[in-house]
C-alpha cells in the first residue's frame, strides 16, 4: 500500500453528498505520523459539519466557512488505526502500534493544549475531520504524535468511538456533582453519545439513572445499560413524572439533545443545588426565567468533547471496568452516505463504525 497517497471521501460543498477524491500526501514531518485507519465511527455532528453549521436559534445558523474551514472536507472524528509512517522526530510512536486518535486539536503550542486541553483552545481550532482531514480516509496525516492513544486491549473498533462519543459522555458526567445513592441523574437523549453515559454512569455512579428518550427501542435498550427509570419526555407530563418518581431528587442532567424543549426539561426536573449540563448540538436558544438560578440554587454547564488525558483515562478505565457495550455496526467506508442519511432519520441505535 502507498502511504502517501490518501484515498478520502470528502463533501465538495455544503450540504453535499461525499465523493472519493484522492489526495497525495508529503513526507512526515517533525513529529507527525500517519495512520492507516482501520475503523472510523459516524457521529450525529458530522450530519452539521456537512451541512455547514448549527442552529443557534432565532433563525441564525453558524458557518463553519466563515470560522475558515475550507472545502472539499473529509470528516470522522472518532479514529481508529495502525501508525504506518512517522516523522524524523517521532520519539514515542512506532510503525505497527494500534491507536486511537485524539482528534480535538487546537493550535498545538499555546498553555491550554500543552495542558492536554486543546478542545478548549482559543487560538484556532484544527480538528481531524473539519479543519483537517479526517478518517473518511484509508489515511490520516496526524501532526503530532502526543495525539495517539495506544487501544491496548480493547476491541479496536468500540476504541474508535472513544474519541468522540466516549469522551464527551465521560467529559459531560466529570462535570456532574459527587452524587450519593439516593440521587438520580438524568440523561436526556440516548443515541450513541446519550446511551454511553448510561453505561458510564451504571459503572462509576451512586446515583441512580433515568433515562430519557422519545423512542422505544432506545428506553428499552438504556434499561440494558442500568438506567433504573425510562421516561418518554413526549408524554402527558413529562417533567412531573419524572420529579415523582424520583423523590424530587434529580441533582444532575445531562442534556445530550440541546435543544430548547430538552434545556427546558433539564431545568425544570433538576432539584435545588442542582446541575444541568447542556452537551447537545441540536439548536435553538435556551430560555429560563432568571429568578430560577437563584431560587433553584442551580448550575448550568457547558460541556463540548473533552481534553486528551480524558481520553487516555478513559481508554484505561475501558481495560480495567467491564463497560456495559454499545450497540456497534460494522460497515464499509463507501456506504458513508447511506449511513450518514440513516443516522439523520434516527435509524441507527447505537453507533455506525466505518471500515475503509
Ligand atoms: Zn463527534
Ligand atoms: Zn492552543
Redesign the pocket.
Known sequence: MDYRCAHRWAFPKWGAALEPIEETLPAPAGREVTIRVTHCGICHSDLHIQAGGFDMGGGKLSSLERAGTKLPVTMGHEIGGEVVEVGPDVTDAKVGDRVVVYPWL?????P??LSGN?HL?N?GARNLGIQLPGGYSDLVRVPHERYLVPVGTLDPARAATFACAGITAYGAIRKLPEAEASDWIAVIGCGGVGMTAVALLSALSKAKVVAIDPDPAKRETAQRYGAALVVDPGSADAARTIIKATGNNVLGVVDFVGAESSSALGVAVVRRGGMVVIVGLFGGEFRCPVPMFPLKSMAVQGSYVAGLNELRELIELAQRVTLPEIPLTLRPLAEVNRSLEDLAAGRVVGRVVLQP
Do not use: L, S, W
Open positions: 487546537g493550535c498545538g503550542e499555546c491550554t493544549c486543546d483552545c487560538k
